[in-house]
């Protein structure tokens, strides 16, 4: 047995062109193992930059905006390195080579590298009738190879539509009214932009800008609309744009104008709700000999009000009936004189406090 083991400490295993010696302990698992055989090599990284593959374009007055995700990885799923990428944009038109316009050289922030490039249109391209317009963008590696360039981003070239002038806020008791000029030449929807301006705390403020801007679509013609989703005690800043939609090579393709003046707004809780209407009042002098008046009125609809309704207030002359706002369309006045002479008043009254003007009714004096 000694034998054997002095045998064992002396061997050895070739392993390719390696010499492995073998411990006894581990002898027998080794040679049920065997030798591995390396895989075939890979070939070096080109470090080509993967294509961009979310280039949108969108044409508002004499500029198109490009928006798209700079790569971060090569096509070999490796990270690039900022300095070793660099991009170019170009632009077509239909039938014409794609011109170079701008070169790019951004900077890497791992898989989150947004970006925005503006494309102030040219003469030639900012008038004339609607033609198709689209753009490419393509980045390089160090040694100046592609991937390919990204697919087409179409929008139109020529003229814009006509801006949105005289852009006007104001409160009600239903919400921001948005005014605006009309001109019969004027074609194209116009968009409402509301921006919430208003001050954010950490514990509030969104994950994106995005999320507090809203776009309202108004009838164009009309000239005013109601945004009824603006928030009271909040700051907003309103824009507004003219949008058409061309028909160019079986696409349907918006462009605006550029953007009109820009209108700031806090909408405050202090608009009255409407009138009451159809006051009637009526003596009589009940079974017992007592005099009362019955008041009765239409009801004011407050579908829409912010502050909502919290009833009605009722006057006899400058006193105040009611300690608290009546919530039903009617009034039973137990106080009264028969011989006396009456103007009665009656108002609404929301949950901010705030009060219409009044509807009114005489009431003459009922004889003896």
Not at 191 to 219: C, E, F, G, M, Y
Request: glycine content about 8%.
């Amino acid at each position: 047995m000694r034998r054997v083991d002095a045998r064992l400490n002396r061997m050895s295993l070739h392993c390719g062109d390696r010499l492995v010696r073998l411990l006894p302990a581990a002898c027998g698992t080794l040679l049920m193992v065997g030798c591995a055989s390396p895989g075939p090599p890979r070939p070096p990284s080109l470090r080509l930059p993967e294509p961009v593959r979310d280039l949108s374009a969108a044409r508002a007055g004499d500029g198109v905006e490009l928006s798209f995700t700079v790569p971060w990885q090569s096509t070999d799923k490796l990270p690039l390195r900022g300095a070793s990428v660099r991009g170019q944009i170009c632009r077509q038109l239909e039938q014409q080579p794609c011109v170079v316009v701008a070169t790019l050289m951004p900077e890497l922030h791992g898989q989150h590298n947004l970006a925005t490039w503006h494309d102030s249109l040219p003469r030639e391209l900012a008038s004339g009738p609607p033609r198709l317009l689209s753009y490419r963008v393509e980045f390089f590696s160090a040694a100046g190879r592609s991937a390919g360039r990204s697919d087409a981003a179409y929008t139109v070239a020529g003229s814009a539509p006509a801006a949105v002038n005289g852009l006007r806020v104001e409160g009600s008791r239903m919400g921001v009214v948005v005014s605006w000029d009309t001109a019969a030449t004027a074609d194209g929807e116009v968009l409402l932009q509301r921006d919430d301006i208003s001050p954010r705390t950490a514990a509030t403020a969104p994950a994106k800008h995005a999320d507090r801007v809203a776009w309202l679509k108004t009838n164009a013609t009309a000239g005013t609309t109601l945004d009824a989703g603006a928030e009271p005690d909040k700051a907003y800043r309103y824009a507004a744009v003219r949008e058409r939609v061309a028909q160019i090579g079986g696409r349907s393709l918006p462009y605006r104008s550029a953007e009109s003046a820009p209108v700031e707004f806090v909408l405050r809780l202090i608009y009255p709700p409407l009138p009451p209407t159809g006051l009637t009042a009526a003596g009589f002098v009940s079974a017992s000999g007592g005099y009362a008046v019955d008041l009765v009125w239409q009801p004011v609809n407050d579908a829409g009000m912010l502050a909502g309704l919290a009833g009605y207030n009722v006057y006899r002359g400058a006193a105040k009936l009611n300690e608290v706002p009546v919530m039903l369309p009617g009034f039973h006045d137990a106080t009264a004189n028969a011989a006396t002479r009456y103007q009665y008043r009656v108002t609404a009254v929301d949950k901010k406090g705030n009060e219409s003007s009044a509807d009114m009714y005489v009431l003459e004096s009922v004889p003896q």
